[in-house]
């Protein structure tokens, strides 16, 4: 049974940083492409960034290039999304995604 479980979210003030943690089972880690959406309320998922599955190639949005960081541990079956200099407007439900297979979500709120 494929599970993709997030966890580290949480309350923290503008300017804080945060790190997500996505860790898989049932299946492969290795072999998957893997990739971090975020919903806020009335808005869309967005994807936020994405990590091949070498870990050598890694794709941001624009809203959080230079702030957030992607990077897997495939002996662990983790991928993690460190957040830096958090805005009020990265609040969301943080998802990890891949292939078809969807966690649970973990939320992230940024305020003072």
């Known amino acids: 049974q494929v599970q993709l479980v997030e966890s580290g979210g949480g309350w923290v003030q503008p300017g804080g940083s945060l790190r997500l943690s996505c860790t898989a089972s049932?299946?492969?880690?290795?072999?998957?492409?893997v990739n971090w959406y975020r919903q806020s309320p009335g808005k869309e998922r967005e994807v936020v960034a994405v990590?091949?599955?070498?870990?050598?190639?890694?794709i941001y949005a624009a809203s959080v290039k230079g702030r957030f960081t992607i990077s897997r541990d495939n002996g662990k079956n983790t991928v993690y999304l460190q957040m830096n200099s958090l805005k009020p407007e990265d609040t969301a439900v943080y998802y990890c995604?891949?292939?078809?297979?969807w966690g649970r979500g973990t939320q992230v709120t940024v305020s003072s």
């Open positions: 995604n891949c292939w078809d297979y």
């Open positions: 049932g299946f492969t880690f290795s072999n998957a492409v």
């Open positions: 990590i091949t599955n070498s870990g050598r190639s890694t």
